[in-house]
């Protein structure tokens, strides 16, 4: 409850903030404006966001017979818990990295990098998997992309309002124009990871919970973490918070703008004793 209460509280303070942005631009009008475009928008996340993420890292979907080992363990979890069969895709990179995404446990879809499938042992993917149903049975998913697109919306209407709207005050309308500018994208920015890192750390737990095995998650979180720094993975903002180890954004303000809380202390949550690396 305390989770899903600190979810609903962020994403009201990104809808907030956005219909501000609109009420300085353009008053009433503009704040009304904001609020019809935050609605359009995350229209277009509810119904797209899941072949956008599929399609911007050129997952493929595979059958049965091409991928039995990710099948069979997908198939069993499903099966326990109670949830459909999701779609599954592999990605065409060898760095090891997973994702779940879909409005919903009927529409979901599962992706697995190539170099996840090599890298880890039948038990660590198993926790992995586990994860990223986790997201579906929670609906994590929905919740990251509306998150995501509003903080997007943010910018895209604090750079389009200083460029173009200018304040209804001259006066000051430039310095309050350009720390709009400046600092409305940035609270975006940190309430949408506040959303996304809470939603990670209530997956993990979920998908511990699917498994009984919270030690075999913490395990592949640990080689992921690794491995991933060795092969990057190259992501776009707009999706890094779907993948179970956070992708690299080309910059690094350590855990402020972090999509996903520190691995040792998802380790240290998993195990109940401190992880045996530090992030």
Not at 45 to 56: C, E, M, R
Not at 68 to 80: F, M
């Amino acid at each position: 409850m305390g989770n899903t209460f600190k979810t609903a509280l962020l994403l009201t303070s990104l809808t907030l903030l956005l219909m501000f942005i609109g009420q300085h631009f353009g008053g009433e009008s503009g704040m009304m404006l904001a609020l019809v475009f935050a609605i359009v928008m995350n229209f277009g996340a509810y119904f797209f966001s899941d072949k956008i993420a599929l399609a911007t890292y050129r997952a493929q979907p595979v059958t049965r017979e091409q991928l039995p080992r990710a099948y069979e363990i997908v198939e069993r979890l499903t099966q326990k818990i109670g949830l459909p069969m999701p779609k599954i895709y592999v990605i065409p990179t060898e760095s090891p990295n997973a994702f779940a995404t879909g409005r919903n446990p009927k529409h979901a879809s599962v992706a697995v990098t190539h170099g996840i499938l090599g890298l880890l042992n039948d038990e660590e993917l198993e926790g992995v998997l586990a994860h990223e149903l986790g997201h579906v049975g929670n609906r994590d998913i929905l919740i990251s992309s509306v998150a995501a697109t509003i903080a997007g919306a943010i910018t895209m209407l604090a750079r389009f309002g200083m460029f173009f709207g200018g304040s209804r005050d001259r006066r000051d309308g430039g310095i309050g124009g350009l720390l709009m500018l400046i600092l409305a994208p940035i609270a975006a920015a940190m309430i949408q990871m506040a959303v996304s890192r809470s939603r990670e750390y209530q997956a993990d737990a979920t998908g511990a919970h699917y498994t009984g095995n919270p030690y075999a998650l913490a395990s592949a979180l640990q080689k992921l973490d690794a491995y991933s720094r060795r092969v990057p993975m190259q992501a776009s903002p707009s999706t890094a918070h779907l993948f179970i180890i956070q992708p690299l954004l080309g910059m690094n303000f350590g855990n402020l703008f972090s999509t996903h809380p520190p691995t040792a202390k998802r380790i240290e949550r998993l195990t109940g004793r401190p992880a045996e690396f530090t992030q």
